[in-house]
């Protein structure tokens, strides 16, 4: 699990609607980067209160969503599949596809959705579940976790405690070389 306080790990990676995208561009704002893919049902399940979250803090906080799944096990995860979640959704934040998995190891990303949030300094300040639905339960996904982690971000308080695991669906890691 990537310790508290680290700084964001550079990188670069390409869009899955067009071009490539770098924490080069980062602005100075607090930003979450988010391990999603199209198919998982934890994913599904919290899209919706993603969707309502992306809009609510557009202009205070970076989003960058991020699939490493392979695509030679999991191909319902290829590029062409993110980019319609993303345009079906809406979302306005870039979605990149991390090919060789080496942005996920970075992270010491586990699953999908997996959530960094990064204070304006670029170090993480909360790493954990987005809330504590579960799909086929009977409450929908609302973010409070990481909602939560973002008010105290804002207020200017320390990081969260507890922050609970992230749960979710593995990532899916291509088979290793002999």
Known sequence: MLPLGTELPAFELPAVADGSWS???????????????????YVKHVEASLTALAQEFSESLQIIAISSNSVITHPQDAPEHL???????????????????????????????????????????????????RPGGEAASDCADLRRALAA?????????????????????HAESP
């Open 83 to 133: 980019l319609a979640q993303q345009q079906r959704l809406g979302w306005r934040f870039p979605y990149l596809h991390d090919a060789d998995q080496a942005v996920a190891k970075a992270f010491h990303a586990a699953c999908t959705p997996d959530p960094f949030l990064f204070d304006g300094d670029q170090r993480l300040i909360y790493r954990g579940q987005l809330d504590g639905t």
């Open 23 to 41: 924490t080069r561009a980062l602005d100075g704002r607090p930003v979450l980067v988010l391990f999603l893919c199209a198919h998982c049902p």
């Open 153 to 173: 971000l804002q207020a200017g308080q320390p990081p969260l405690e507890p922050q609970h695991p992230a749960m979710g669906c593995n990532i899916k890691w």
